[in-house]
Nanobody
Framework: VQLQASGGGLVQAGGSLRLSCAAS????????MSWYRQAPGKQRELVAR??????DYAESVKGRFTISRDNLKNTVFLQMNSLKPEDTAVYYC?????????WGKGTQVTVSS
């Protein structure tokens, strides 16, 4: 499984970005898809996860971020609104299936104050 994330960039506080992650493979609909992030000097943390139609979010992004997926396009999205400087990090797409875990290359999100 290959994961390709895109959509990062530089945005002012209060702005929005939409991240996308395209996955290879024909069984995408069975994957648990997640977004993680890692800020400089910090551990990688889970931001949002989608399992079938169920979603879960880190407390710090609840109400601001929305994870969704398009199984026909093998793509998962992360809509990020009301961005804060503390959201600055490299964001990684993650796929899990059975006991296998796959990571994509990260995409940088920088939020200026």
């Amino acid at each position: 499984v290959q994961l390709q994330a895109s959509g990062g960039g530089l945005v002012q506080a209060g702005g929005s970005l939409r991240l996308s992650c395209a996955a290879s493979g024909s069984i995408f609909s069975f994957f648990t898809m997640s977004w993680y992030r890692q800020a400089p000097g910090k551990q990688r943390e889970l931001v949002a996860r989608i399992i079938s139609g169920n979603t879960d979010y880190a407390e710090s992004v609840k109400g601001r971020f929305t994870i969704s997926r398009d199984n026909l396009k093998n793509t998962v999205f992360l809509q990020m609104n009301s961005l804060k400087p503390e959201d600055t990090a490299v964001y990684y797409c993650n796929a899990e299936y059975l006991r296998n875990t796959y990571w994509g290359k990260g995409t940088q999100v920088t939020v200026s104050s």
